[in-house]
Protein backbone atom coordinates (compact mmCIF):
# COMPACT_ATOMS: atom_id res chain seq x y z
CA UNK A 1 0.00 0.00 0.00
CA UNK A 2 1.45 3.50 -0.90
CA UNK A 3 2.27 5.68 1.56
CA UNK A 4 3.06 9.36 2.24
CA UNK A 5 3.77 10.00 6.10
CA UNK A 6 3.95 13.44 7.48
CA UNK A 7 5.68 13.46 11.03
CA UNK A 8 4.29 15.16 12.89
CA UNK A 9 -0.39 15.20 13.07
CA UNK A 10 -0.17 18.39 15.47
CA UNK A 11 2.34 20.85 16.39
CA UNK A 12 2.26 24.19 18.78
CA UNK A 13 5.13 26.57 18.23
CA UNK A 14 5.75 30.31 19.55
CA UNK A 15 6.15 33.11 17.06
CA UNK A 16 10.05 33.19 15.90
CA UNK A 17 10.65 29.59 16.04
CA UNK A 18 11.92 27.65 13.67
CA UNK A 19 9.33 24.64 12.47
CA UNK A 20 10.38 21.81 10.48
CA UNK A 21 7.77 19.69 9.37
CA UNK A 22 9.41 16.36 7.79
CA UNK A 23 8.02 13.87 4.96
CA UNK A 24 8.68 10.49 3.59
CA UNK A 25 7.28 8.21 0.49
CA UNK A 26 7.75 4.87 0.20
CA UNK A 27 6.69 4.89 -3.74
CA UNK A 28 9.93 6.61 -5.55
CA UNK A 29 8.48 9.33 -6.86
CA UNK A 30 10.43 12.24 -8.28
CA UNK A 31 8.04 14.72 -7.54
CA UNK A 32 7.09 16.19 -4.26
CA UNK A 33 4.65 19.27 -2.99
CA UNK A 34 3.98 21.13 0.12
CA UNK A 35 0.59 22.73 0.05
CA UNK A 36 -1.33 24.70 2.89
CA UNK A 37 -4.67 24.26 3.36
CA UNK A 38 -7.17 27.03 4.79
CA UNK A 39 -11.09 26.92 4.92
CA UNK A 40 -12.13 29.14 1.80
CA UNK A 41 -9.02 29.44 0.57
CA UNK A 42 -8.64 25.47 -0.58
CA UNK A 43 -5.14 24.05 -1.12
CA UNK A 44 -2.12 26.38 -2.04
CA UNK A 45 0.90 25.58 -3.05
CA UNK A 46 4.21 26.06 -1.08
CA UNK A 47 6.97 24.81 -2.94
CA UNK A 48 7.53 21.44 -5.14
CA UNK A 49 10.52 19.43 -5.94
CA UNK A 50 10.92 17.53 -9.18
CA UNK A 51 13.59 15.80 -7.91
CA UNK A 52 17.28 15.79 -5.40
CA UNK A 53 18.62 18.76 -4.60
CA UNK A 54 15.60 20.52 -6.64
CA UNK A 55 12.98 22.86 -6.49
CA UNK A 56 10.72 25.58 -7.20
CA UNK A 57 8.67 27.70 -5.58
CA UNK A 58 4.78 27.33 -5.50
CA UNK A 59 2.29 30.18 -5.09
CA UNK A 60 3.00 31.31 -1.89
CA UNK A 61 6.36 30.76 -0.73
CA UNK A 62 7.38 33.64 1.15
CA UNK A 63 8.27 32.56 4.81
CA UNK A 64 9.03 29.49 3.78
CA UNK A 65 12.01 27.01 2.76
CA UNK A 66 12.84 23.56 1.95
CA UNK A 67 15.48 20.65 1.78
CA UNK A 68 15.06 17.45 -0.47
CA UNK A 69 18.28 15.75 0.41
CA UNK A 70 16.84 11.84 -0.21
CA UNK A 71 14.15 11.14 -2.89
CA UNK A 72 12.01 9.83 -0.52
CA UNK A 73 12.50 12.81 2.17
CA UNK A 74 10.85 16.42 1.56
CA UNK A 75 10.92 18.69 4.38
CA UNK A 76 9.21 21.84 4.68
CA UNK A 77 11.22 24.90 7.16
CA UNK A 78 9.82 27.79 8.19
CA UNK A 79 12.49 29.92 9.69
CA UNK A 80 10.27 32.39 12.47
CA UNK A 81 6.82 30.87 12.61
CA UNK A 82 4.59 33.85 12.41
CA UNK A 83 1.13 33.52 13.57
CA UNK A 84 -0.20 33.95 9.96
CA UNK A 85 1.61 30.42 9.47
CA UNK A 86 -0.78 28.78 11.47
CA UNK A 87 -2.76 26.27 9.34
CA UNK A 88 -2.99 22.98 7.79
CA UNK A 89 0.05 21.75 6.09
CA UNK A 90 -0.18 19.20 3.36
CA UNK A 91 2.74 16.62 1.87
CA UNK A 92 2.54 14.99 -1.40
CA UNK A 93 3.93 13.00 -4.06
CA UNK A 94 2.94 12.26 -7.51
CA UNK A 95 2.86 9.21 -9.90
CA UNK A 96 4.85 10.07 -13.48
CA UNK A 97 3.07 11.75 -16.04
CA UNK A 98 0.70 14.55 -16.29
CA UNK A 99 -2.31 12.40 -15.10
CA UNK A 100 -0.26 10.62 -12.55
CA UNK A 101 -2.34 11.04 -9.04
CA UNK A 102 -1.10 12.78 -6.11
CA UNK A 103 -0.73 10.60 -3.27
CA UNK A 104 -1.09 12.97 -0.15
CA UNK A 105 -0.17 12.78 3.92
CA UNK A 106 -3.00 13.06 6.59
CA UNK A 107 -1.56 16.22 6.98
CA UNK A 108 0.40 18.65 9.93
CA UNK A 109 -1.72 21.20 12.27
CA UNK A 110 0.40 23.94 13.00
CA UNK A 111 -0.30 26.57 15.64
CA UNK A 112 1.69 29.75 16.00
CA UNK A 113 1.04 31.19 18.68
CA UNK B 1 -2.52 29.97 -16.19
CA UNK B 2 -4.89 27.12 -15.49
CA UNK B 3 -7.11 27.75 -12.91
CA UNK B 4 -10.50 26.09 -11.37
CA UNK B 5 -13.64 27.69 -9.92
CA UNK B 6 -16.03 25.63 -7.24
CA UNK B 7 -19.85 26.79 -6.92
CA UNK B 8 -20.93 26.81 -3.72
CA UNK B 9 -18.90 26.30 -0.63
CA UNK B 10 -20.86 24.42 0.82
CA UNK B 11 -23.47 21.83 -0.72
CA UNK B 12 -26.22 20.03 1.75
CA UNK B 13 -28.24 16.90 0.17
CA UNK B 14 -30.75 14.44 1.82
CA UNK B 15 -29.36 11.06 2.47
CA UNK B 16 -30.79 9.12 -1.50
CA UNK B 17 -30.84 12.36 -3.30
CA UNK B 18 -28.38 13.43 -6.27
CA UNK B 19 -25.68 15.03 -5.18
CA UNK B 20 -24.22 17.93 -7.64
CA UNK B 21 -20.73 19.43 -7.09
CA UNK B 22 -19.71 22.02 -9.55
CA UNK B 23 -16.32 23.02 -11.09
CA UNK B 24 -15.63 25.08 -14.07
CA UNK B 25 -12.11 25.48 -15.41
CA UNK B 26 -10.13 28.25 -17.12
CA UNK B 27 -7.30 26.81 -19.72
CA UNK B 28 -6.29 27.45 -23.27
CA UNK B 29 -5.45 24.01 -23.55
CA UNK B 30 -6.81 20.34 -23.45
CA UNK B 31 -6.69 20.37 -19.75
CA UNK B 32 -6.41 17.38 -17.49
CA UNK B 33 -8.80 17.65 -14.65
CA UNK B 34 -9.16 15.91 -10.66
CA UNK B 35 -11.54 15.61 -8.72
CA UNK B 36 -9.83 14.52 -4.93
CA UNK B 37 -12.14 14.24 -1.79
CA UNK B 38 -10.76 14.62 1.87
CA UNK B 39 -12.47 13.04 4.79
CA UNK B 40 -12.53 14.52 8.31
CA UNK B 41 -8.80 14.19 9.87
CA UNK B 42 -7.37 12.96 6.81
CA UNK B 43 -5.58 13.59 3.46
CA UNK B 44 -7.01 14.04 0.04
CA UNK B 45 -7.17 11.06 -1.99
CA UNK B 46 -8.16 10.90 -5.71
CA UNK B 47 -12.04 10.15 -6.83
CA UNK B 48 -11.40 9.95 -10.82
CA UNK B 49 -9.62 11.81 -13.24
CA UNK B 50 -10.36 13.30 -16.97
CA UNK B 51 -7.29 12.48 -19.56
CA UNK B 52 -9.34 13.21 -22.89
CA UNK B 53 -10.30 9.47 -23.48
CA UNK B 54 -13.43 9.80 -22.52
CA UNK B 55 -16.16 12.65 -21.38
CA UNK B 56 -17.72 10.60 -18.60
CA UNK B 57 -15.60 9.41 -16.25
CA UNK B 58 -16.58 7.36 -13.57
CA UNK B 59 -14.62 7.01 -10.24
CA UNK B 60 -14.62 5.44 -7.19
CA UNK B 61 -17.83 5.53 -4.38
CA UNK B 62 -20.25 5.58 -7.05
CA UNK B 63 -19.13 9.33 -8.59
CA UNK B 64 -18.69 10.19 -12.08
CA UNK B 65 -17.64 13.50 -13.87
CA UNK B 66 -18.69 14.38 -17.28
CA UNK B 67 -16.29 17.03 -19.08
CA UNK B 68 -18.31 19.59 -21.48
CA UNK B 69 -16.18 21.58 -23.20
CA UNK B 70 -18.26 23.79 -24.56
CA UNK B 71 -19.20 24.64 -20.85
CA UNK B 72 -15.83 24.18 -20.10
CA UNK B 73 -17.32 22.36 -16.95
CA UNK B 74 -16.14 19.00 -15.27
CA UNK B 75 -19.18 18.91 -12.51
CA UNK B 76 -19.12 15.93 -9.80
CA UNK B 77 -22.23 13.64 -9.84
CA UNK B 78 -23.83 10.72 -7.85
CA UNK B 79 -27.48 9.56 -8.10
CA UNK B 80 -27.68 8.61 -4.25
CA UNK B 81 -26.30 10.35 -1.86
CA UNK B 82 -24.92 8.20 1.44
CA UNK B 83 -24.15 9.11 4.82
CA UNK B 84 -20.37 8.47 4.17
CA UNK B 85 -20.48 10.79 1.11
CA UNK B 86 -19.98 13.92 4.32
CA UNK B 87 -16.98 15.42 3.21
CA UNK B 88 -14.65 18.04 1.19
CA UNK B 89 -14.30 18.11 -2.16
CA UNK B 90 -11.82 19.59 -4.67
CA UNK B 91 -11.31 20.14 -7.98
CA UNK B 92 -7.73 20.60 -9.08
CA UNK B 93 -6.35 21.11 -12.84
CA UNK B 94 -3.39 20.11 -14.46
CA UNK B 95 -0.46 22.96 -15.39
CA UNK B 96 0.63 23.41 -18.71
CA UNK B 97 3.80 24.41 -17.46
CA UNK B 98 5.04 20.76 -18.12
CA UNK B 99 6.32 20.55 -14.24
CA UNK B 100 3.43 18.46 -13.19
CA UNK B 101 1.95 20.72 -10.06
CA UNK B 102 -1.71 21.00 -10.12
CA UNK B 103 -3.91 23.88 -8.89
CA UNK B 104 -6.47 23.61 -6.58
CA UNK B 105 -10.42 25.29 -6.31
CA UNK B 106 -11.07 26.47 -2.76
CA UNK B 107 -13.43 22.85 -1.94
CA UNK B 108 -17.04 22.35 -1.42
CA UNK B 109 -18.10 20.67 1.69
CA UNK B 110 -20.71 18.46 1.56
CA UNK B 111 -23.19 17.69 4.07
CA UNK B 112 -25.63 14.48 4.09
CA UNK B 113 -29.02 14.97 5.72
CA UNK B 114 -30.48 12.12 7.35
Known amino acids: DVKVTQSSRYLVKRTGEKVFLECVQD?????MFWYRQDPGLGLRLIYF???????EKGDIPEGYSVSREKKERFSLILESASTNQTSMYLC????????????FGEGSRLTVL | AQSVTQLGSHVSVSEGALVLLRCNYSSSVPPYLFWYVQYPNQGLQLLLKYTSAATLVKGINGFEAEFKKSETSFHLTKPSAHMSDAAEYFCAVESNFGNEKLTFGTGTRLTIIP
Open chain 1, 92 to 103: ASRAPGRTGELF
Open chain 1, 49 to 55: SYDVKMK
Open chain 1, 27 to 31: MDHEN
